[in-house]
């Protein structure tokens, strides 16, 4: 497309490819007033080596976030100002910091904590901090710890940000800009007293709620940006330490995770179903919760493969019932050869190759057939060695052959996917199986870890 021409703005999450947040929350100036008491711009936040890079053909996407608590219409307005500086003059490219905690459950008339924690991953300068929360956000505190707080020997090393207002937290500017260090963490969480009938869920909606610090630093490092393992596999905050606030087990939100049912994690307004998804993690409790990000993190760079094996598989489901292993499923005894003919498609094809196919031939001819093929023009040759239909009243030598060939073919397809990836799962259910690959080879250690961790 020509960079220079204006790209429509319908549906933008699915056409564009979406480098980061390029800002958020209130103005990152320090407000100044000159001497007639009128605003000024502000102290500049970035210093003049310092700027947000945007390339030719960049899409700045403005999503204005507002709600009215009156009960009359009111105008609304957001004018943004962007200065430039030669590129010449960048010395360092800045990012901003964009830690987004999407596990948030209030229950009716209650409170509750959204917690997270998010690793430094390289020597970085942070300029600015603020926080976002929904109308039921009363609390909010950030705090830079030395380590993770996993080790119980970490220590706060300064608070990051203090407040209680949801609707215009102030960014806070530091007069002299943090030094942070590789493995320090940023630890932040937020507070929500819900005055409603209803149960409220982390979603886009004002009637639903958020977690996020976020704030200006540099050099830019898209990992720490977005609290990511690894931004080229997908992104999501898959580095942070999501904590639970309940009494659940590890085994526990295993189990809630896997049952069955619709998994609703985003969205807006009212859905009992995403209430109910993101409570399995907000259940967990605190020191069961460190496992979560990692074995989350395991499934989402596992579980297409996983699918597809399990896909792919069904071949070897299929020629499993040659030797009865899913006669149920497929409603055969699988002792007669009709199975491995009709549905173990895998199975046949690998028997009737043409060089396989000659020879069961020569075999055939020299075998079971020899005295039919002592003249190998004579008819009763031909009828001797006939040909594979997978019937068990038709007594060729070639359906015989090939019948026992897939049969034992069936076998191994079988048992290679059974020790493989899907013991105890020869089922024509594809979800069970790529579950079972998940957890039993993919993300083995992941989901050891979690399926042990207690709460005591």
Not at 251 to 275: H, I, M, N
Request: glycine share 8%.
């Amino acid at each position: 497309a020509d960079p220079t021409t204006p790209h429509p703005c319908p549906t933008p999450q699915q056409v564009w490819d979406t480098r980061g947040v390029f800002g958020t929350g209130r103005p990152v100036t320090r407000a100044t007033l000159d001497a007639n008491g009128n605003p000024e711009s502000g102290v500049k936040v970035l210093p003049n080596d310092v700027a947000v890079k945007i390339s030719k053909g960049d899409v700045i996407l403005l999503n204005f976030h507002m709600i009215n608590a009156t009960e009359k219409p009111i105008d609304s307005c957001l004018k943004m100002n962007l200065h430039g500086i030669p590129a010449a003059q960048v010395k360092y490219e800045a990012g901003l910091l964009f830690a987004y905690n999407t596990m948030i459950t209030v229950p009716p008339m209650g409170e509750s904590t959204a917690r997270m924690a998010c690793p430094v991953t390289k020597d970085v300068t942070l300029a600015t901090a603020n926080s976002h929360m929904h109308a039921r956000g009363d609390r909010y505190l950030a705090n830079l710890l030395d380590k993770s707080p996993v080790d119980t020997t970490a220590k706060v090393v300064t608070e990051l940000y203090k407040g209680t207002a949801w609707d215009d937290p102030r960014a806070r500017v530091f007069e002299v800009p943090l030094q942070l260090k590789a493995g320090q963490y940023i630890d932040y969480e937020c507070h929500y007293t819900n005055n409603e009938p209803r149960s409220v869920a982390q979603g886009f909606a004002s009637t639903d709620e958020m977690c996020m610090f976020t704030g200006v630093y540099w050099p830019m490092d898209l990992n720490f940006e977005n609290c990511s393992r690894d931004t080229t596999k997908g992104g999501g905050a898959t580095a942070g330490i999501v904590y639970g606030h309940g009494t659940k087990s590890g085994a526990d939100f295993l189990q809630c995770l896997w049952s069955p049912g619709e998994r609703v994690y985003t969205g807006a307004f009212d859905d009992p179903k995403r209430y109910e998804t993101l409570s399995c993690y907000t259940a967990t409790c605190a020191k069961a919760s460190p496992g979560l990000s990692p074995y989350l993190a395991c499934l989402g760079g596992n579980s297409a493969q996983c699918t597809k094996d399990c896909t792919d598989a069904q071949a070897s489901f299929q020629a499993a019932c040659s030797f009865g292993e899913c006669k149920e499923e497929y409603g055969t005894d699988g002792t007669n050869g009709t199975c491995a003919a009709t549905v173990g498609q895998a199975a046949v094809t690998a028997c009737t190759k043409p060089a396989q196919i000659n020879a069961f031939t020569t075999t055939c001819a020299s075998g079971a057939c020899a005295a039919a093929c002592a003249d190998d023009k004579a008819p009763a040759c031909a009828a001797c060695i006939g040909t594979f239909d997978g019937m068990p009243g038709n007594t060729s030598c070639m359906n015989t052959l090939i019948g026992a060939c897939a049969k034992d073919q069936g076998a191994k397809l079988a048992s290679a996917c059974v020790s493989d990836c899907f013991k105890g799962c020869i089922s024509k259910e594809i979800r069970s199986c790529s579950v079972n690959c998940l957890n039993s080879v993919a993300c083995k250690s992941e989901y050891q870890t979690l399926s042990t961790a207690t709460c005591n």
